[in-house]
């Protein structure tokens, strides 16, 4: 991987928390993003995913290292500027939605920034267009389905042109179809728009056939980093995030 093609570098991140609900570390955190790259982080509940996607956008600051976004040093002073290259995806699009129809709802960011009328409607509709939305536009989300409002609430998130796409775990309550068109729309978000992806994942399945590099954190540490496959084969990890057999054991029980 040349220099050239890192778009995130994180490097001996630690970060520390402690009160009286809870005590909590991030401990000697590197890795890097490459442009393009589906990269996915997984750990048990606890184990600092989202805590890392707080830091790297500014929300909480690190006790010590640094964070690189597209070669800019990540800090309060660069915060905004960083920000408008990611859009940050929860899990719950109840969490982004909130306006009476698609169209408002999504165009309130590009509004936010003080776009023309004009980019704002090329922006919204090829934000719609993209998550095949479009039909929806004058619809209220309340009245979507669940698939539908993860759908649009990604289509919030592009009508702000990120670089980057932060997805926190981004095919949790959705059926097989609703995935599989999800899986397409963001392949194509990639191969057309270089757009890099992290996503947050507890899922064997999305870590073994979607993602390019994975990330594996335990207790604030990172426990493996590297290629997927060998990630799920690795002893250390399958004790960390289980095997197929121990999950359909649980099932059949």
Known sequence: MSESDIIIEVKDLNYK???KSRAFEIQDISFNVKKGQKFAISGPNGSGKTTIFRLMVNLIKPKSGSIKI??????RKTAWQVRK?????????????FAPTLWEDVAFGPRNIKLSKEEV?????????????????????N???????????????????????FLDEPFANLDIPTIKELILILNRLISENE????????????????ADYVLILDNG???????????????????????????????SH
């Not at 597209?70 to 800090?75: G, Q």
Request: hydrophobic fraction near 45%; glycine fraction near 4%.
């Open 17 to 19: 928390i402690k009160n």
């Open 195 to 210: 757009i890099t992806i992290l996503f947050t994942t507890h899922n064997h399945f999305f870590i073994e056939n979607w």
């Open 143 to 165: 009245n979507l389905s669940w698939g539908q409002m993860k759908r649009a609430a990604l289509a919030g998130v592009l009508a702000m042109k990120p670089e980057i796409l």
């Open 221 to 251: 540490k990172v426990s493996f980093k590297g290629d997927p496959i060998d990630a799920l084969n690795d002893p250390q990890v399958q004790q960390i995030i289980g095997t197929w057999d121990e999950i359909m054991k649980l099932i």
């Open 70 to 75: 597209s070669n800019i040093e990540v800090n």
């Open 121 to 141: 409607e090329e922006r919204v509709e090829w934000a719609l267009n993209s998550v095949n939305m479009l039909e929806f536009r004058d619809a209220s989300p």
């Open 85 to 97: 290259k990611i859009g940050f995806l929860f899990q719950n699009p109840d969490d982004q939605l």
